[in-house]
């Protein structure tokens, strides 16, 4: 690979010269410049961008902290696929790449999250899994890194934050579900310590109160980790004494373990039970159609890119005007996957 000092040593010019003038410094003739942009040209000369950015400060990179566990990674590849898209189309047009850090299951998260803030290879961060007293947030706060979060924790830094209208799709399913005569609704729950299991629960309370039904705390059911999930949490509902008609879930992948668990016992969704819960574009697979609520990803990325670039240009953004917190809107998706019992 060509150096700045084959450079130098081809147009039997200064190292300094040649480095000013790819630089395109004033001190430097345009004729020099021109000498050696086409020497650089030739030669296939490529400037050393870690240590450019390194003498500046700058890494140029974003990270985005995901945990590997199968309920941080909740919803997939698909998801968090399509929000690195969103991100990327506008950090690339301020020459800024996207990386994913992968916060082992076997780390605490916020020792991972130390190990990398002390490198120092990352301008900014996206934090995901976002917990209900999340220490990572204080964390990055002392560090004075800027910093997003994809949800909402108790701990408030100040920081922006984009989170996807769980609440909102609770409420919504329950509201339709209880139109439709359905009286025993259960409700999938990811992990304890996930900021999502709470706002699911609150809102789930508050809407079965508001429907006028008895709240059953059975009813709430943390699924099992893993592939098999959705064809567990079958079991688990058949089997329950109060045996449920409908249940709501926030994991786009725990739907197919139900039609699966579903079919395995001779059962069929839509009629033997209902399920209404957050879905992507992969639910056209499933046969009945299923009855679901979609987010818009790519544009869930652009805009936690837009907030993040916000306080990166001026870190002093929280106090001088608002930071960008927004509960991103669904999309409702009519399907075959809820039965009328009226």
């Known amino acids: 690979m060509t150096s700045i000092k084959d450079l130098a040593r081809h147009l039997d010019i200064s190292i300094g010269t040649v480095s000013r003038a790819l630089n395109n410094k004033t001190d430097v003739s345009q004729e020099t410049k021109s000498k050696v942009l086409k ?123 984009l989170d996807l209208d769980f609440d909102g799709v609770v409420e919504d399913a329950i509201a339709r579900l209880t139109q439709k005569g359905h009286r025993t609704i259960a409700l999938a729950l990811p992990r304890n310590d996930l900021n999502l299991r709470h706002i699911m629960i609150e809102s789930y309370r508050k809407n079965i109160a508001k429907a006028g039904l008895q709240l059953d705390e059975d009813l709430m059911i943390r699924i099992s980790p893993g592939d098999r999930a959705g064809v567990t949490l079958v079991h688990q509902l058949i089997n329950m004494p109060q045996k449920p008609t409908a249940v709501i879930y926030s994991d786009h992948i725990l739907p197919f373990g139900i039609y699966r668990g579903l079919a395995d016992l001779g059962l069929t969704p839509g009629v033997d039970l209902s399920l209404i819960g957050v879905g992507t574009r992969l639910a056209a697979f499933l046969t009945p159609d299923l009855t679901y609520y979609r987010f818009n990803l790519f544009d869930l990325g652009v805009r936690i890119a837009e907030a993040l670039l916000t306080i990166m240009d001026d870190p002093t953004a929280a106090e001088g005007r608002p930071v960008v917190r927004e509960s991103v809107p669904f999309t409702f998706i009519e399907g075959q996957s809820i039965a009328d019992l009226t």
């Open 39 to 161: 020497a650089a040209a030739e030669l296939g000369y490529v400037p050393n961008q870690a240590g450019r950015s390194l003498s500046k400060g700058k890494t140029n990179v974003i990270g985005f902290v995901l945990e590997t566990d199968s309920e941080g990674m909740m919803q997939g590849d698909l998801f968090f696929i399509r929000v690195f898209d969103g991100m990327q189309s506008v950090l690339t047009k301020r020459g800024l790449n996207l990386v994913a850090l992968l916060s082992p299951s076997n780390v605490e998260p916020e020792a991972y999250l130390q190990q990398i803030v002390a490198r120092r290879f990352t301008d900014a961060l996206v934090l995901s899994s976002i917990h209900r007293n999340d220490a990572r947030i204080n964390f990055l706060n002392q560090q004075g890194m800027p910093f997003a979060t994809l949800g909402r924790s108790l701990v408030d830094g100040g920081q922006p934050w």
